[in-house]
């Protein structure tokens, strides 16, 4: 005991530097997200599930996550609806705890989580986009989404909607949107689950 005391005396100050240095590395894991969009809160399996089925995903449809985190929605769109699922991902952390996932799963070639920002990742070969995102965040998408996205296409947001656009589908109990690119509001009779 006097030995391991000895040693805490004598090393103090590196032991205090690691510890300080740990706990910034932990502050800007938790805390950087909010600078990049959207804070991580990973969604419970029983809601994305529900997303992707409201996404009405047919085999072989391209799913873009924007924001995949851990890569949940990229994992579950390929192994349960057989679609080609991307996310991006911002924190290189996270992405490679999605990479491993994948891996792990044997979806290589069928699902991918890539480190970028979803402000600037492609989605024009999207039949579905997923979200989870804070409401601003939708809004600074949305533009971007509504342009670049072919008519049919499908904007699934969990928890915050697409202010000004009409969903198609609305799962109260869950809090999804569906929208569908293209379909003007007159058009749309939303189905309310």
Not at 49 to 74: C, F, N
Not at 108 to 117: N, S, T
């Amino acid at each position: 005991m006097d030995s391991l005391i000895a040693f805490i005396v004598s090393h103090w100050v590196v032991i205090m530097q690691g510890v300080f240095i740990a706990s910034l590395m932990l502050i800007l894991w938790i805390y950087l997200p909010f600078f990049w969009g959207s804070p991580w809160v990973p969604g419970p399996y029983r809601v994305i599930h529900r997303m992707l089925e409201l996404a009405d995903i047919k085999p072989g449809q391209t799913v873009i996550d924007l924001g995949a985190g851990d890569g949940r929605i990229v994992i579950l769109a390929a192994l349960k609806f057989n679609a080609r699922a991307v996310g991006v991902e911002i924190d290189p952390f996270r992405c490679l705890i999605a990479k491993i996932w994948i891996a792990l799963l044997g979806l290589r070639g069928k699902a991918e989580v890539r480190l970028g920002d979803m402000r600037r990742f492609p989605v024009d070969g999207a039949d579905v986009v997923t979200l989870y995102l804070l409401q601003g965040t939708n809004q600074k998408l949305k533009p971007r989404l509504a342009e670049s996205l072919k008519p049919g296409a499908k904007v699934v947001s969990h928890t915050f909607s697409m202010s000004g656009w009409t969903p198609a589908v609305i799962d109260t109990r869950c809090g999804i949107f569906v929208y569908e690119i293209g379909r003007m509001d007159e058009e749309i009779d939303t189905k309310v689950y």
